[in-house]
């Protein structure tokens, strides 16, 4: 049965028994259906990422199965128009004891948004019974928590965003990107420009340095094990657990690389010195958009040059050149970000709980204790 025709079953059958309501949904474990229907709402449908084809289709069939989550994909539709309003690539997974409904993430995608159909509402009424209609579908579970929701991108509202009962405690550092290098500079303090100098200086100490981009997999894959090393240095020498580089998270991070191949959705960002791999950064392009999800670098004698500022600024040089619109370094609330120029979006959390064992679950995860216990299990997920 062809997409058209699998639309047009569910539209005459699977959605007619609940008309009576604005919207109307379905849950599916089947990833491939999901994903066909992802596919069919165009690229434009994702306003991050993290919720495109690209992304959604190593997650799931990588990410997801090793950590033993189960896909809980969601379609809401308006039932009047017959039109998608919105996807939820959302997963099932039991922590301590209780079942828990997330976003596809496991720390390593950096917000969570729906996709947006034709019929995407955009007031909080019309995300209220939407989303109703997405809690109704579900199985059993105890607690749905949706975390690190941005309130707009790119003009779109974030549906959920207009629900969220929490804020996160974490933010979104975007820059939108000037017409130049040089106004892009003027921008920012005079400090900045003195110390990116001095930073420039300071490679020439060592024979200057060069910069690579690299969207071609054949290319960036053997890049993927150094990046891992670096991260995994920097992260040992603070005392912390390093799993990037586990397989299945290190088969993600290629699969991600080889699956956009065509339409360059990946870039490993390489800057060389002295014959040196010193820093990498890897990259997302989409909608005009980079977001930097990983970075890395050398420390010890290289602490002078700043690394991963200068790499970052030279990813910035490189996406005004090529006409990206914006630069997004994720969430988490770094220094280093503010000074190359991200403003601090605020991200939300929306939390429901579904039984009374989820509702004294989110009320003892807002206490001293239970946060601790979560930020415990959330240290053994790669940050």
Not at 77 to 103: K, N, Q, W
Not at 181 to 195: I, Q, S
Not at 235 to 241: E, F, L, M, P, S
Request: with cysteine; proline share 6%.
């Amino acid at each position: 049965m062809s997409m058209l025709q699998i639309e047009t079953y569910e539209r005459s059958v699977g959605w007619v028994a609940k008309a009576a309501d604005r919207y109307v949904a379905d849950c599916t474990d089947n990833i491939g259906r999901f994903l066909s229907r992802a596919a069919t709402l165009g690229p434009q449908a994702a306003a991050t990422p993290f919720q495109s084809v690209n992304w959604l289709t190593p997650w799931l069939r990588v990410i997801g199965p090793s950590a033993e989550t189960e896909p809980l994909l969601i379609t809401v539709r308006d039932s009047m128009r017959g039109e998608i309003a919105m996807l939820l690539p959302l997963v099932l997974r039991r922590f301590y004891g209780v079942t828990l409904v997330e976003f596809a993430d496991l720390s390593v995608s950096d917000y969570g948004f729906p996709l947006l159909g034709p019929a995407a509402p955009t007031t909080p009424a019309a995300a209220a019974e939407a989303f109703d209609a997405a809690l109704a579908v579900l199985p059993p579970v105890d607690v749905v928590r949706l975390c690190n929701l941005p309130g707009i991108i790119d003009g779109r509202v974030n549906p959920l965003a207009l629900l969220a009962n929490a804020a996160h405690g974490s933010v979104r550092n975007v820059a939108a990107l000037p017409a130049s290098w040089d106004d892009y500079l003027a921008a920012r303090p005079r400090k900045f420009r003195k110390a990116l100098r001095q930073h420039h200086r300071a490679f020439d100490a060592h024979g200057g340095f060069t910069v690579r981009m690299i969207t071609d997999p054949a290319e960036a894959l053997p890049l993927l094990d150094r990046l891992d090393g670096l991260q995994r240095e920097r992260v040992a020498g603070r005392g912390k657990r390093y799993v990037l580089d586990r397989p299945a998270y290190s088969q993600f991070y290629r699969a991600v690389l080889d699956h956009g191949a065509a339409q360059r959705f990946a870039m490993l960002s390489v800057l060389e010195s002295a014959g040196t791999v010193v820093a990498i950064a890897y990259s997302l392009l989409h909608q005009q958009s980079c977001t930097t999800v990983r970075l890395a670098h050398l420390g010890a004698e290289w602490d002078r040059c700043s690394p991963g500022i200068v790499l970052v600024s030279e990813i910035i040089r490189w996406l005004i050149e090529n006409g990206v619109r914006r630069f997004d370094l994720g969430a988490g609330g770094y220094d280093y970000k503010k000074r190359l120029g991200c403003e601090a979006e605020p991200l939300l959390t929306l939390e429901r709980p579904m039984s009374i064992k989820g509702r004294m679950a989110l009320s003892a995860w807002t206490t001293f204790a239970g946060r601790r216990a979560l930020l415990q299990s959330l240290a053994a997920r790669p940050s």
